[in-house]
């Protein structure tokens, strides 16, 4: 079972999610409407590698696939939005994340270093089984995540980083982005209804610069 804060931020059906992506030069935000919830699906110990205790190479990173090379964590379908939560054991290790698989997620100034004490998740923050709120990711087709593991002590020499994954795939429809109030840039574009706009539970998808809206949206999204 899903602790109580993970629980919370979960959607319901006919709620509409607003997530943030660039478009462009610009953020905007980008609704759907949550037709069918299914889930939470599990991926239990998904296993990164050995860690060297304080190597900053850690486990190398990781896009979380299957023997036949498909992502776990990337959608095959345009209409599917993945919410998802992870757990990290041995409780020793931090994790650093990226979304897409080559962006940084977690940086204060720009590109963090692993190892640092900047921008990492440790296994006490999430545990395997209770996964925190602060792993919550958001993917869609034409993106996937990757992690890293990284051991901090010196004892033991090296460690083994797993992590448990707990994905609610939601069907969606798309109802259109936010106006800027700028002509230029909602010229011939698909606003979402106020009303939508309204109820909707906003969040963003990536980092300080948020992840570039896949082609399908931008096709989506023009009239």
Do not use: C
């Not at 299914?38 to 998904?46: H, K, R, T």
């Not at 593991?149 to 980083?161: A, D, M, R």
């Not at 840039?185 to 106020?194: E, H, Q």
């Amino acid at each position: 079972m899903l602790p109580a804060d993970v629980v919370s931020r979960l959607l319901r059906e006919n709620s509409v999610l607003g997530l943030i992506m660039r478009a462009g030069t610009i953020n905007r935000v980008f609704y759907f409407n949550i037709d069918i919830i299914e889930g939470p699906d599990n991926l239990i110990d998904y296993s990164l590698g050995a860690a060297t205790a304080q190597s900053t190479t850690g486990t190398d990173w990781d896009e979380i696939t299957d023997s036949a090379g498909r992502y776990h964590l990337e959608p095959e379908d345009e209409d599917v939005i993945y919410h998802l939560f992870f757990g990290i054991s041995p409780s020793q290790a931090w994790i650093y994340r990226r979304y897409p698989s080559n962006v940084d997620l977690n940086s204060l100034l720009g590109t963090r270093a692993i190892g640092s004490g900047v921008g990492h998740i440790s296994g006490g923050d999430s545990p395997p089984r209770v996964p925190s709120p602060l792993t919550e990711m958001f993917t869609m087709k034409g993106g996937h995540p990757s992690f890293l593991g990284y051991h901090p002590y010196l004892e033991p020499s090296s460690i083994t980083v797993r992590l448990n994954f707990y994905v609610m795939r939601y069907s969606v429809s798309f109802l259109g982005t936010n106006p800027t109030g700028s002509i230029k840039d909602d010229k011939d574009k698909l606003i979402a209804p106020s009303k939508e706009i309204a109820r909707a539970v906003t969040r963003v998808v990536g980092a300080r610069v948020p992840f570039p809206i896949p082609s399908w949206i931008e096709t989506a999204v023009r009239k």
